[in-house]
């Protein structure tokens, strides 16, 4: 019989069983099962090499020749059997990155997850959030990004651009719902860390205690390595400790995630400097066999325009924000320009505010809507009192007397050059002119700090000055170090620097266990199928994402407590009923086409699922049309679209949004269900020259055939 | 064209000769997704863009294989 089930995902399955079953409690055999698991979920997912066959054979021997005495030697034979008897299929998986039947896309992560760059499975803990099951939530979401508390509030939340529910009204508040979790969970006390694999005895150090390196440190951690982290700053945190402001991040918030990855046995060696207080050399001969770099990207770029050299009060916003960070709270000046237009500038304008700056104002070359920074943050900026300068090129600084006086200017306009698809800002004629100030803060962008690896030989840097790794599996051209965050990216977003970090931590653990690494980056892993939540259609379509409380603008203008309060937990849970589920339904289409085409009633108006061109949604017009047939649920390949009876009602749904709820009607003879009135008469428009029903008889098709034969029967002439 | 902004939809048309573009990219092309980071503090034309492509996850890539969809 030919098999209809992919066999590298039934075999996958079959692992995964088996090691949540518990039965695979022989040591050996445990992380012969993970590494196999590892390996084959890389060929379901079309990101194995050449060498992945092999290191399955090599691993399913070594398993066999444990013995019957090793827990599991009836599944390795019975591995060892499946892969055999479908060799082809598995080196076709591996050659063509194709699944002939499907199923290895099957349980696709919906774009949310996709989206994210650490990978985190957003629908489940969104559908654990609201059924109030915070600890679950950010169980889960620790699975992919340890500091959950820390995204929550500072992320830039690619998720949101994403997610489906956007091509409806708005985006799911999935970095807030986040937040709340991780409050509410470490309030409450449920915020634990996951048991740890037993001690390996080798040792791994983390150089940089920002998000990239606290996420490597933490996955090492928990795959049972030794972590040293080695940090230049008197506290870990990286860039989220002094490139971010506490009104926008707590440091307490920072601690008490720190604090758990330290409770893990990970050990921090603050104020001390790769290069200078330690080197490789001595790291190596204390036995670290493996090495990660996640140091950031501090360095701030010049402005490169005259006066810029001559006068203290120029300064990078990243200096700026590290002082006050680290408790320096002296204003710079009275009237500030912070010259950029991306989040540190900001973050630099909005702190100035904070210090007692009389006036703070950003002058940006383009326009409001070129600005890199979160519309979120330019728009508290301004309610805070923070002016904007567009289409504002700085000329040359200007003072006297070694003050600065002011900052020469010139108006820019938008054009297009020849030969280029993009508008650039070029200078009007004649159109300097001078804006007054004291200080001038420049925050137009980061590099990387490379004198403090060159002493790491045959490292490769790319033309921008970042260290050069294969993102698949973050390993730099140097065996045994690795490196993510901004070191490799350039100055970037917390949630890549934690991806990075987790993806190299994966590939530290293959590289000291000498397992083949993957060819393709990792593809997010989906985490669970948590029930959906019954939402009626109205509900789903009325709810609307609620709006952020912030801090009364007295206290955002004087203090750095919280600018954000939080959503109520009210807010939380509705919130969490918007989620479409896309976890679930693959927005395939197939419901929508044959209810279309096939039945010819075009009851499903769910434009959201094309993502290219998006058209109107409105689940509540199901209702009025659908004659619940049954037949989207019937060719919904994932099991999204159901329709069940329930009571006296048949009830259509999709990912648990109630679209159409039908009174049954039963055979007036026997009282067996025969479906909904409407459902009847269609059927009974079709079939209307077949056979006709005395008048007001509702017959199932046992007692109509039965009915029919007996009239039959009476009706022949003996 | 301006430049890319978050939340924008483009098309990865072709491959790119930038050294951070890497072989498994290739499978990339002719494939859609949304802006979901520009460059995050300099307007460089240069610099590496983050987009997510509609079933593929997100990576940073040049901006010279990208193209809008809605302009």
Redo the contacts between chains.
Sequence with gaps: MTETRCPVNRILSEIRSAMESGALNHPRVHRIAEQLEELIDDIAWGRAGSDHLPAIDELLQEWLGLGEEASGAALARQLSAGISANREVFESHVKT?NCATGDCVKL?PA?CQ????A?IDVPTYLALIGQGKDAEAVAVIRRDNPLPWVCGLVC?R?CE??CVRARIDTPIAIKSLKAFAAERAMSVGSYVNPPQEPPKGRKVCVIGAGPGGLSAAYYLALKGYTVRVIEALPMAGGMLMVGIPRYRLPREVIDREVALIESLGVEFRYNTRFGSDVTLDQLRKEGFEAFFFAIGAHNA?KLGIPGEDDFPQVIDAISLLKRVALGERHKPGESVIVI??????IDAARTCLRLGCQSVTIAY??TR??M?AD?EEVEQAEEEGVHFAFLTIPKQITGKDGKITGLECVRAQ?I?KPG????SPVPILGGEFVMPADTIVA????RVDYQALEQVDGLEW???DTI?V???TMATSREGIFAAGDAV?????VI?AIGGGKRAALAIDRYLQGIPQP???P??VRRGRVEWTEVPASTKMVLKRPEMPLLTIDRRRTTFQQVELGFSENQVREEARRCLRCDICRRCGKCVEVCRDHMGIDALKLGYMD??HPSETDFRRTEEKCIACGACAANCPNDAMQIIDRGDERILSLCGTILNRQKLVLCSNCGKVIGPQRYLDFIRKRVDDIGRLPEGQMLCEVCARNQSAKLHTDSMPV | MNRFHKGQKIQIFKSSSDESWEPFMDSFVGLSGVITDPDTSINDPDALVEVSIEGKGTYRLPQDCIRPLDE
Excluded at chain 1, 114 to 117: A, D, R
Excluded at chain 1, 340 to 345: Q, Y
Excluded at chain 1, 420 to 423: A, L, T, V
């Design positions: 990155h696709a774009p996709m989206t994210c760059p990978g830039t690619p651009f994403m770029y950029g237009g991306g989040n540190v500038a070359r383009r809507v070129e890199p519309v938008l297009q280029s698809k993009r508008k925050a137009i962008g980061q790319t033309r921008r050069k294969n993102t698949a990216t350039g100055p970037a977003t890549e060819e393709l980056p593809v997010p993502f290219e």
